[in-house]
């Protein structure tokens, strides 16, 4: 997925973690978020949820993060950063932009699979 999006976007990433769901605010979904520096988190959900939720996690969260990470490398920052609205609107855009890209990549590469290739 990282490679379809290209280097200009994840360099300075230096992890995608998989978490348990930390005990948020009752009122809110936390799907995932972005640490400065270069770190996304991705939290857990229901078992129950898990296959219909995996492409939303990998095409929509992931990539939405991933517009946070390069909003802060961009800019240098090198803490945690407060999120304003037009953050938001950027990330939403990034992913949007690159989630057709990423599933064709996805798509080619699990068909070379299946050839044998």
Do not use: C
């Not at 857990?44 to 517009?67: I, S, T």
């Not at 949007?96 to 599933?103: G, I, M």
Request: proline share 3%.
């Amino acid at each position: 997925m990282l490679e379809a999006v290209g280097a200009f976007a994840w360099y300075g990433l230096r992890v995608i973690e998989l978490r348990q769901t930390e005990d948020f605010d009752l009122g809110s979904v936390v799907l995932g978020r972005t640490r400065a520096p270069g770190e996304i988190l991705l939290y857990e959900q229901p078992a129950r949820e898990a296959a219909r939720l995996r492409d939303f996690m990998r095409f929509d969260v992931l990539l939405h993060e991933l517009g946070h990470h390069l909003l802060q490398h961009r800019a240098r920052k090198v803490g945690n950063i407060q999120r304003r609205s037009d953050h938001e609107r950027f990330s939403d855009a990034f992913a949007a932009q690159w989630k057709p890209v990423v599933q064709a990549a996805l798509d080619t590469s699990h068909q070379r699979v299946l050839d044998g290739r």
